[in-house]
């Protein structure tokens, strides 16, 4: 049973566009949600958070927008830039400060320059 | 740079063979996180360790387990392997205060079961 879920396999913007990724959860027990990112040969990186208090999260070029009612996320970059390709993970987790993290499947983002 | 290292990057047993993983983390990360992640799916959770005792285990057999150091260092131990445990094997250490936290990752070990 996939509890996060991100129906998107991959995804492709332009240069200077915005990038939108979206994520969806079943479990309404949730209350903390991140985006993660991965280069190949690495590690997933942090890149943003939200907890279940607050529906938008904005650091940098990054925004992750939080609807509780549709169990639904999803994570804005503006402008996109060639170095935004990537394979990036949703996760939530239950019990803020849990570090038990469900991770979506990932889309990977290929910006086009 | 994540400050989490882990060994080694590649290794290739066979099927009922054991192995050790080897995680580094940050000082002062006193929680370690391992994590399974096979080809084309997201990390899943194996268990976690807080003060060198398993706090929170996921849907893993007994075969999968683990142990945390003083140091900072811990390891994933996996007996009689099986060919579905092919996969990246990802530590995390953690930082959490009431503003939210962050898994720090390691780059992973890449474990092939033949």
């Known amino acids: 049973d996939q509890q996060v879920k991100q129906n998107s396999p991959s995804l492709s913007v332009q240069e200077g566009r915005i990038s939108i990724l979206n994520c969806d959860y079943t479990?309404?027990?949730?209350?903390?949600f991140l985006w993660y990112k991965k280069y190949p040969a690495e590690g997933p990186t942090f890149l943003i958070s939200?907890?279940?208090?607050?529906d938008k999260n904005e650091d940098g070029r990054f925004t992750v927008f939080l609807n509780k009612s549709a169990k639904h996320l999803s994570l804005h970059i503006v402008p996109s830039q060639p170095g935004d390709s990537a394979v990036y993970f949703c996760?939530?987790?239950?019990?803020?400060?849990?570090?038990?993290?469900?991770f979506g499947t990932g889309t990977r983002l290929t910006i086009i320059p | 740079e994540t400050g989490v290292t882990q060994s080694p990057t590649h290794l290739i047993k066979t099927r009922g063979q054991q192995v050790t993983l080897r995680c580094s983390s940050q000082?002062?990360?006193?929680?370690v996180s391992w994590y399974q992640q096979a080809l084309g799916q997201g990390p899943q959770f194996i268990f976690q360790?807080?003060?060198?005792?398993?706090?929170g285990r996921g849907n893993f057999p007994p075969r999968f387990s683990g142990l945390q150091f003083p140091n900072y260092s811990s390891e994933l131990n996996v007996n009689a392997l099986e060919l579905d445990d092919s996969a990246l094997y990802l530590c995390?250490?953690?930082?959490?205060?009431?503003?939210?936290?962050?898994?720090?990752f390691g780059e992973g070990s890449r474990l092939t079961v033949l």
């Open positions: 360790y807080y003060r060198e005792e398993e706090n």
């Open positions: 995390a250490s953690c930082v959490w205060d009431r503003r939210g936290g962050e898994l720090f």
């Open positions: 939200i907890s279940s208090i607050k």
């Open positions: 479990n309404s027990m949730f209350d903390y």
């Open positions: 996760a939530a987790s239950a019990n803020f400060g849990n570090e038990k993290l469900t």
């Open positions: 000082s002062g990360h006193n929680t």
